[in-house]
């Protein structure tokens, strides 16, 4: 890239644009979350551009319709397939939940995580395409390839979210972090044809509120003043970490805005949500939050989980639970494969028809990553849990992870290799990080 817009809307050179200031050492902190645009569904409309501007959600596994469109129009470019001729929404049967769904279907209420059948209540008419998560993950290492190019101190939050650190980029600072967000988002735009949303604040918690704020391709900057006129009128649900049991209560307590939490003492939300939580509520209102943007850290587990099409049986579906349960162990096998680990403790996860839940793990003796290895111990699991009830989901976890690289580092070293497998004594990850969603 030789060449970019610089804040007076004139073209220079990259040197010119990214003049360092005056003195690094008290610059203020500017930290950006960047969020992008209901991402699975803008990389399907890269492929298939005559469904934009239409409802078009994103869910669940490949069907027979995707197959038979593909097979109708074999030979035809994706970009020429007919409208009319894409599955529907409201043809769908089964369990699917929605993973990403376009502005237009989101506009009839329908958005992620919502169960398909719900959605097709609400919009009929929308446009139904299967994942394909091999794309997804291509798209999600360009854009970050770009940002880290431009600004190197960035923390992976998923397929589709990063945290990045403007301070001390040169250009960082900039109207308030603006210009540099404008940057990366025209650069990512230029090269992946994709657009998202970037909120810059003086800390994370503050900066992925501000995302929010302008969706889609929108910029938004939060200055440390900015608390009272910006944060404080928002709904307490709009802080990363305030959950849907914790707003309830907060409405019930009569607490509606996160201004109305600013407003409550220390003591009585103490007395309310125990001492870690409330403390954390009181800082979160007042908009502190002083989490450094992490480049790298080591994972907790590996998991992965489906909801069935229909309930099944462990007995009378014997046959299909299996290749699920197989599947799922593979899945994470490659997981760890892919990101060189190892783990000792392996998991499930079983949702009846009654959305009860049942959880179970196992300890081994030695750490592992194939899909036999981890298949066996989960079906020990499964030797411990009811099985007389259907079930809507299964999922396999793998934790107590273990460094591939340091795991084989240990063969000749049984000191390390003890110290390797010594337990680990873990804090709840809920009450040490508000902000982290509890893991399965």
Known sequence: MLLILASAGKIGSVSDFLAPFSDASELPRRIAHLDMDAFYASVELLRYPQLKGLPVVIGGGRRAPDNALLVKHAGLPLS????????????????????????????????????????????????????????YRRFSREFKEIILSIAPVMENRGVDEVYIDFTHVPGGQREGGRVLARLIQKTIFEAT????????????????????????????????????????????????????????KLKNLGIETIGDLAAKSVPQLLQWFGKSYGHWLHESAWGRDERAVVTESEPVSMSRETTF????????????????????????????????YVGRTVGIKLRYDDFKIATRDQTLALPVQDAAA?????????????????????????????????WQASAHDP????????????????NLDPYTASLF
């Not at 009929?124 to 299967?130: F, M, R």
Request: proline share 6%.
């Open 415 to 430: 000191v390390a290799r003890e110290s390797l497998l010594r337990p680990q004594v873990l804090t709840s990850i809920k």
């Open 309 to 340: 099409e229909r309930d099944l049986h462990a007995v009378h579906d014997r046959a299909e639970l299996g290749a699920i349960f197989t599947e799922l162990c593979e899945r994470v096998a490659e997981d760890l494969q892919r990101k060189g």
């Open 80 to 135: 020429e397939i007919p409208v009319a001729d894409f599955p529907l929404l409201r043809d769908y049967a089964g369990r699917g939940v929605i993973t990403t769904a376009t502005y237009p279907a989101g506009q009839f209420g329908v958005g992620s995580a919502m169960g398909m059948m719900k959605a097709a209540k609400l919009c009929p008419q929308a446009i139904l395409l299967p994942v394909d998560f091999a794309q």
């Open 193 to 248: 044809g994709l657009t998202c949303s970037v909120g810059v604040a003086p800390n994370k918690l503050l900066a992925k509120m501000a995302s929010e704020f302008n969706k889609p391709n929108g910029i938004s900057v939060v200055q440390a003043d900015d608390l009272q006129t910006q944060i404080w009128p928002l709904a307490c649900r709009k802080v990363n970490g305030i959950g849907p049991k914790a707003d309830e």
């Open 374 to 406: 981890i298949r066996q111990a989960a079906g020990q699991c499964l030797k411990r849990v009811p099985l007389g009830k259907r079930m809507r989901l299964l999922g396999v976890k793998v934790s107590g992870l273990i460094s591939e690289q340091a």
